[in-house]
């Protein structure tokens, strides 16, 4: 077997780092433009190099998305675009569109050509097809069950790659192809700048009644009849590897550094588990608790297992499950002093249990029982924002290490 990888969202450099440094073996970020997520904070194309430098020289890949669906007035920008990448060491670029497929292999035949899952990959002809033209990976449609995936798998060349969300949310519409959003609000979901209407509440009108809204609810909230679950996979780890999938993939470029944090890490401890022991293998439920501790919506297994039922959408709610508070980034420590310099990201007092989580290791919990300013002066709390504090730690801790508290 093969160890898949494990690809992590980036939607700034902070979180590109911060993937990395949790365990992800290569990271997808966006430009400024074509990158199909206008709400992540993206890339200048000094960051890009700065990212791609941090990856490297840790062993680790960067793919650049530009996914989106053009018009005939973004062709002319993107040959600019791919003007001002091409040399910029991508380990590869996630393209859609036919058009800008063919455009990046003619200014940029050295760069691999990742198909993304907006070209509804959900057969196996169509890889071949993409394949035949240079592609080297196809991102699978997320409507694909590990029984398809595993026929799919055996009808592909070998040496085209698969890759497939694992975790995140899930889009309501046909491989995330909606225009749902472009309808109600002039904001194209196809060019990155979906405005979610598939979380709104929604009513009931009778067309010779107009003005007359009836509910329709599951209880007195209403119901949001669109609104899908998250997509949570680390209990399977097994079959997403015996499926023949080379890349797993977590969604959330808009997500914060904390979520990156938390569910890589996860993810990385149970897919580094299985390899160390797949015939004695079983799965540590403490990773899953762990994805319970970031900001997200009830878990489905999506389509992996089958079509999913009316038990993977969530009728009560659009809000996000939000149990834990990131409170701190460690910015330094003092193993002499025992001591971590931190800088507040939320409301913190002396006397708080609070846990710390960091890179490659399990998270512990502890008591603030020491907390002073900057200038080593105690305090009872941290109320301003990015305040810097020092607080004693009860185990070693590095740069990068968060501390996060049950609300």
């Known amino acids: 077997m093969k160890k898949p990888e494990l690809l992590a969202p980036g939607g700034s450099l902070e979180k590109l780092k911060t993937a990395i440094d949790y365990g992800a073996d290569a990271v997808y970020i966006g430009g400024e433009t074509f990158s199909l997520r206008v709400a992540a904070e993206n890339f200048s194309k000094e960051d890009m190099l700065e990212g791609i430098k941090y990856a490297h020289d840790r062993g680790k890949k960067v793919y650049l998305t530009a996914n989106i669906i053009p018009h005939n007035s973004d062709i002319d920008e993107f040959d600019g675009f791919v003007d ?53 990976r196809v991102v699978l449609g997320r409507e694909m069950s590990f029984k398809e995936i595993t026929e799919f798998q055996k009808k592909i060349p070998e040496d085209l790659e698969l890759e497939a969300f694992v975790h995140g949310a899930m889009c309501i519409s046909y491989s995330g192809r909606c225009l749902l959003s472009n309808y109600m609000t002039g904001r194209d979901s196809n060019m990155g700048a979906c405005a979610h209407p598939c979380r709104w509440n929604y009513k009931l009108v009778e067309e010779t009644r107009p003005g007359e809204y009836m509910d329709v609810f599951e209880n007195e909230r209403g119901t949001f009849i669109f609104n899908s679950k998250d997509l949570c996979t680390i209990r399977h780890i097994p079959e997403l590897v015996g499926s023949g999938i080379a890349s797993l993939k977590i969604e959330g470029r808009v997500k914060t550094s904390y979520y990156v944090a938390t569910v890589v890490g996860a993810y990385r401890r149970e897919i580094d588990r299985y390899f160390a022991d797949p015939e004695n293998y079983t799965f540590n439920e403490a990773e899953y608790e762990e994805l319970c501790k970031v ?42 002093m025992g001591e971590a310099v931190v800088s507040q990201r939320n409301r913190f007092f002396k006397g708080d249990e609070v846990e710390i989580i960091q890179p490659m290791k399990p998270f512990f919990t502890q008591t603030v029982d020491s907390l002073a300013d900057e200038k080593g002066q105690e305090i009872d709390v941290a109320n301003h924002a990015e305040q810097i504090v020092r607080i004693k730690t009860v185990e070693p801790v590095c740069e990068g290490a968060m501390l996060r508290k049950r609300r």
């Open 84 to 136: 001002e990448i091409k040399d910029m060491n991508f380990d590869a670029v996630l393209i859609a569109d036919l058009g800008l497929f063919d455009i990046m292999r003619e200014k940029a035949p050295h760069i691999p050509i990742h198909v993304s899952t907006q070209a509804n990959n959900t057969n196996y002809r169509s890889a071949i097809a993409w394949h035949k033209m240079g592609a080297t």
């Open 295 to 336: 900001s997200h919506r009830p878990y489905t297994t999506g389509f992996y297992f089958g079509k999913p039922d009316e038990n993977a959408q969530v009728y009560t709610s659009s809000s996000y499950i939000r149990d834990y508070d990131l409170i701190g980034i460690v910015m330094s420590y003092d193993a002499e």
